[in-house]
């Protein structure tokens, strides 16, 4: 079993899709291992985010994570990192397949309502920048 750290992000919290994406984890088999509400500082951020410095989208980037109640959250299934970015679909939600969470929640690339580790070691960073191991259960 794989675990990978899924997070709805601000936009689809305060637009009031949370439920709707939990019951959909549910219902695509993942375990939730984990889960909390909290928000995000500007410093937490800009490290989470830290390898996309560079990047002109940077500074927004950051702010919008940190603009609002976050769903952070630990999720188990036989490839659980690519199984949750299939689900989320695109990264631009224009681009986004029908049925995905960025389709249905999205409103734009930068406002793109869920975020999924992209590799086992970044899986790894993020859970443990995110969660003690008592919060795994
Ligand atoms: P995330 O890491 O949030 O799960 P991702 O892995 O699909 O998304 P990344 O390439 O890691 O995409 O980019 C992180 C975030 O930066 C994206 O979710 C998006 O909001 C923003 N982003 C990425 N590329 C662009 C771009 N070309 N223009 C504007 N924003 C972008
Ligand atoms: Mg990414």
Same mark, same amino acid.
């Given at each position: 079993?794989?675990?990978?750290?899924?997070?709805i992000?601000?936009?689809a919290v305060?637009?009031?899709?949370?439920?709707? $994406?939990i019951a959909r984890?549910e219902?695509?088999?993942?375990? $939730?291992?984990?889960?909390?509400?909290?928000?995000?500082?500007?410093?937490?951020s800009?490290l989470?985010?830290?390898?996309?410095?560079?990047r002109p989208?940077?500074n927004?980037?950051?702010?919008?994570l940190?603009?609002?109640?976050?769903v952070?959250?630990?999720?188990e299934?036989?490839?659980?990192?690519k199984?949750?970015?299939?689900?989320?679909?695109?990264?631009?939600?224009?681009?986004?397949?029908?049925?995905?969470?960025?389709?249905?929640y999205?409103?734009?690339?930068?406002?793109?309502?869920?975020?999924?580790?992209?590799a086992?070691?970044t899986?790894?960073?993020? $859970?443990?920048?995110?969660?003690?191991?008592?919060?795994?259960?």
């Amino acid at each position: 079993m794989e675990r990978t750290y899924a997070m709805i992000k601000p936009d689809a919290v305060k637009a009031g899709n949370a439920g709707n $994406i939990i019951a959909r984890i549910e219902a695509e088999g993942f375990r $939730i291992v984990g889960m909390k509400q909290i928000r995000v500082s500007l410093a937490q951020s800009q490290l989470f985010y830290v390898v996309h410095e560079a990047r002109p989208f940077y500074n927004g980037l950051t702010e919008f994570l940190a603009s609002g109640p976050v769903v952070a959250m630990v999720l188990e299934k036989d490839n659980a990192i690519k199984a949750w970015r299939d689900l989320m679909g695109a990264t631009n939600p224009a681009q986004a397949a029908e049925g995905t969470i960025r389709k249905l929640y999205a409103t734009s690339i930068d406002e793109n309502a869920a975020h999924g580790s992209d590799a086992p070691e970044t899986a790894a960073q993020e $859970i443990a920048f995110f969660f003690t191991t008592a919060e795994l259960v």
